[in-house]
């Protein structure tokens, strides 16, 4: 079988990757890929987002199967369109794909079929937020409405750090022009849920925590994830059957219910509260980095799990006993500036993913990105995991990269 997988970064060489271990799979291609997915799939130069050339080259070459990683693809309707052209496709609707694409959509569809969340409120009015954030308690969560990359949300300590987000948002359009949706702060920790959905029917894939701030012990900005483990110590099995039955299910349930069924991976980004479990936001496709660790615990067909999916059969899913953290090692200056094109050496393992890196003309494997790789390793423990995965780390060499030493550090240290 042919199959295309869209996307250039961690999470589509995870694909690949799971990809590359099928005995079913015969050829694979990258649009536009990396260099990482270079070496176990064809590289096709053709942007992530240009819907039109990517169907197009699904029809020249006879592909079987699309799977689809990034958010922008999605929401702009790249799976719709490939069905259209009689192309079998691994992702949800543009219509289902509201779920990450709107804020304000994810947030109403909550709140219609009691799924639950923060208390919020929309605006698309800068005069008219500021107000609201005048005698809001703080901190207080100022969410874009659309997608942003991982950046479009600000937790808000005080007044001036809320205004400064909604001008931001409001006024300077920095992601766009569109709403705000404001929330109130929830507090525990963070987990991520990723599920295969085939309409009303929802099959769990292993839960993972990412670590969103730059520097150990959760300091400094809040990136794209810095790290990533599985699987998680501190959910019972009363937190897993909450998330599962009173989140997942039903809001597949909803999608079906507002007539846009959704096909592909739903991402629940939950927080386990003081009041159980919460939805801090969805996703309509694999998480970044979680990706990355969950899919190397998988032990059966990943083809055979896409292919079921996307025939409304039920996917068979087998994981191994393992636990696995990786970390990402950033361009120094991320999440803000950064500088391009530093050369890296000893990058080669099969367990390090490719978030931004490619081949210059001089051969040499450099940095493109502000997320640069992601070294996973497993253990019998998550502490012997986090071993192995620093010491994978300090084989590469490169001049201009920074990394967290403590993903998964918590997690071990209190259980």
């Given at each position: 079988?042919?199959?295309?997988?869209?996307?250039?970064?961690?999470?589509?060489?995870?694909?690949?990757?799971a990809?590359?271990?099928?005995?079913?799979?015969?050829?694979?291609?990258?649009?536009?890929?990396?260099?990482?997915?270079?070496?176990?799939?064809?590289?096709?130069?053709?942007?992530?987002?240009?819907?039109?050339?990517?169907?197009?080259?699904?029809?020249?070459?006879?592909?079987?199967?699309?799977?689809?990683?990034?958010?922008?693809?999605?929401?702009?309707?790249?799976?719709?369109?490939?069905?259209?052209?009689?192309?079998?496709?691994?992702?949800?609707?543009?219509?289902?794909?509201?779920?990450?694409?709107?804020?304000?959509?994810?947030?109403?569809?909550?709140?219609k079929?009691?799924?639950?969340?923060?208390r919020?409120?929309?605006?698309?009015?800068?005069?008219?937020?500021?107000?609201?954030?005048?005698?809001?308690?703080?901190?207080?969560?100022?969410?874009?409405?659309?997608?942003?990359?991982?950046?479009?949300?600000?937790?808000?300590?005080?007044?001036?750090?809320?205004?400064?987000?909604l001008?931001?948002?409001?006024?300077?359009?920095?992601?766009?022009?569109?709403?705000?949706?404001?929330?109130?702060?929830?507090?525990?920790?963070?987990?991520?849920?990723?599920?295969?959905?085939?309409?009303?029917?929802?099959?769990?894939?292993?839960?993972?925590?990412?670590?969103?701030?730059?520097?150990?012990?959760?300091?400094g900005?809040?990136?794209?994830?810095?790290?990533?483990?599985?699987?998680?110590?501190?959910?019972?099995?009363d937190?897993?059957?909450?998330?599962?039955?009173?989140?997942?299910?039903?809001?597949?349930?909803?999608?079906?219910?507002?007539?846009?069924?959704?096909?592909?991976?739903?991402?629940?980004?939950?927080?386990?509260?003081k009041?159980?479990?919460?939805?801090?936001?969805?996703?309509?496709?694999?998480?970044?980095?979680?990706?990355e660790?969950?899919?190397?615990?998988?032990?059966?067909?990943?083809?055979?799990?896409?292919?079921?999916?996307?025939?409304?059969k039920?996917?068979?899913?087998?994981?191994?006993?393992?636990?696995?953290?990786?970390?990402?090692?950033?361009?120094?200056?991320?999440?803000?500036?950064?500088?391009?094109?530093?050369?890296?050496?000893?990058?080669?393992?099969?367990?390090?993913?490719?978030?931004?890196?490619?081949?210059?003309?001089?051969?040499?494997?450099?940095?493109?990105?502000?997320?640069?790789?992601?070294?996973?390793?497993?253990?019998?423990?998550?502490?012997?995991?986090?071993?192995?995965?620093?010491?994978?780390?300090?084989?590469?060499?490169?001049?201009?990269?920074?990394?967290?030493?403590?993903?998964?550090?918590?997690?071990?240290?209190?259980?």
């Amino acid at each position: 079988m042919k199959v295309l997988v869209v996307g250039g970064g961690g999470r589509e060489h995870a694909i690949v990757y799971a990809l590359s271990k099928s005995k079913k799979v015969t050829e694979i291609y990258a649009a536009p890929g990396n260099a990482g997915i270079a070496k176990l799939a064809v590289c096709v130069n053709i942007k992530d987002t240009d819907i039109e050339n990517i169907v197009n080259f699904a029809k020249d070459e006879q592909i079987d199967l699309v799977v689809v990683g990034p958010e922008a693809s999605l929401a702009l309707g790249i799976i719709d369109e490939l069905q259209k052209a009689g192309i079998k496709a691994f992702g949800p609707s543009k219509g289902a794909a509201q779920i990450e694409s709107s804020k304000n959509f994810a947030k109403d569809l909550m709140s219609k079929y009691n799924i639950p969340t923060a208390r919020y409120e929309v605006f698309e009015d800068y005069n008219d937020a500021i107000s609201y954030v005048e005698v809001a308690p703080f901190p207080t969560v100022i969410k874009y409405d659309g997608l942003a990359a991982g950046k479009g949300v600000v937790i808000a300590n005080n007044f001036e750090e809320a205004k400064a987000a909604l001008k931001d948002m409001l006024l300077d359009d920095k992601f766009g022009h569109g709403k705000v949706v404001i929330e109130e702060y929830l507090e525990g920790p963070e987990f991520s849920f990723m599920c295969f959905v085939d309409g009303t029917n929802v099959y769990p894939l292993q839960l993972a925590q990412d670590h969103k701030r730059a520097y150990d012990n959760d300091m400094g900005p809040n990136t794209g994830g810095m790290g990533a483990y599985t699987p998680l110590p501190f959910i019972t099995e009363d937190d897993y059957n909450q998330a599962l039955n009173e989140i997942m299910i039903p809001t597949a349930k909803a999608l079906v219910n507002e007539e846009i069924p959704f096909k592909g991976v739903l991402y629940g980004g939950l927080m386990k509260t003081k009041k159980g479990i919460k939805v801090i936001e969805f996703n309509c496709r694999f998480g970044d980095p979680e990706t990355e660790v969950v899919l190397p615990k998988l032990t059966s067909d990943i083809y055979d799990a896409f292919m079921a999916i996307v025939d409304g059969k039920e996917p068979v899913l087998t994981w191994d006993d393992k636990y696995y953290i990786g970390v990402v090692l950033a361009s120094k200056g991320y999440p803000g500036d950064y500088k391009k094109g530093f050369i890296i050496e000893n990058a080669d393992d099969d367990h390090i993913f490719h978030m931004g890196t490619k081949v210059d003309e001089k051969g040499n494997l450099v940095t493109n990105g502000g997320r640069v790789l992601f070294a996973v390793a497993n253990g019998n423990t998550l502490e012997e995991a986090n071993k192995k995965a620093n010491q994978l780390v300090d084989g590469i060499k490169c001049e201009n990269l920074f990394h967290r030493t403590d993903i998964g550090a918590k997690a071990y240290k209190k259980f």
